[in-house]
Nanobody, 125 residues
């Protein structure tokens, strides 16, 4: 079971990036998915998640209206489209997935047992 995150990089304020998380060794269908981030000197925080049972989504207030989480079960991959990026979005972004029966926002990060390695997003001019 492996998750591989990619798509991070350096982007100017106001720019966009799309992060990808490819799953291998298991089928994403039936798994809740999530994106978390950890900025320097801060605790890891949940950015967005999507529930497995109904596809409902959650966004942290700091990214609401700017980020979009999506999944492509045929490609066994999920994504985080990030728009209107600002310096406060600079962090290492982690993808995670697990079989969570309830709405994804009810679960804390330690309840996800499958994690990607992280991809660095730097927003700077």
């Amino acid at each position: 079971v492996q998750l591989q995150a990619s798509g991070g990089g350096l982007v100017q304020p106001g720019g966009s990036l799309r992060l990808s998380c490819a799953a291998s060794g298991f089928t994403l269908g039936g798994y809740a998915i999530g994106w978390f981030r950890q900025a320097p000197g801060k605790e890891r925080e949940r950015v967005s998640c999507m529930s497995s049972h109904d596809g409902s989504t959650y966004y942290d207030d700091s990214v609401k209206g700017r980020f979009i989480i999506s999944r492509d079960n045929a490609k066994n991959t999920f994504y985080l489209q990030m728009n209107s990026l600002n310096a406060e979005d600079t962090a290492v972004y982690y993808c995670a997935a697990d079989r969570l029966a309830l709405s994804c926002w009810l679960y804390r990060d330690h309840e996800y047992h499958n994690w990607g390695q992280g991809t660095l997003v730097t927003v700077s001019s």
